[in-house]
């Protein structure tokens, strides 16, 4: 029970840690909310995991799409749950300079982090593992285009 409330108190820090002029516009411009961050990051750090065991099945069909796959998805859940950054020393650094990044960057990361194992190692594990990382960004510039202020001449 200790160490959820270790992860939440951090998972939420996090969040309420960002610069102030990254946070202003944001509620200027009606963006998205704590909860729609929370859960994107919530289906990011799934989606990992997720990954991650994609990437270790596919370790016999394809060695080195395999290891793309698990590093890649351990990055990704670094970026997405900081909590396990605090597990690893040479990580901490690492997570706060990719929590920095903007949604849009975010979604840029994941869609096209996703594209080249379909392209080296095509197979169905391979291709459900690279569908659900693409819909982490997919839901990243959702985040991005949720948070954009119409031009005033349509409002």
Known sequence: FTMFNVARDALLGKLATKDAEDQAPAKSSGGPSCGSLLLARIWGSGASIFVMV?????????????????????????????????????????????????????????????IPPLLGCFGFITLIACIVWFATGVAYGMLFLYGRKPPAHNV
């Open 54 to 114: 994609a990437g270790f099945l596919n370790i016999i069909s394809c060695l080195q799409w395999a290891i793309y796959m698990m590093c890649f998805g351990f990055i990704t859940l670094i970026l997405e749950a900081s909590f396990v950054a605090g597990v690893f020393d040479c990580s901490e650094s690492f997570s706060e300079l990719l929590g920095r990044c903007r949604p849009w960057q975010k979604a840029a990361l994941y869609c096209l982090a996703s």
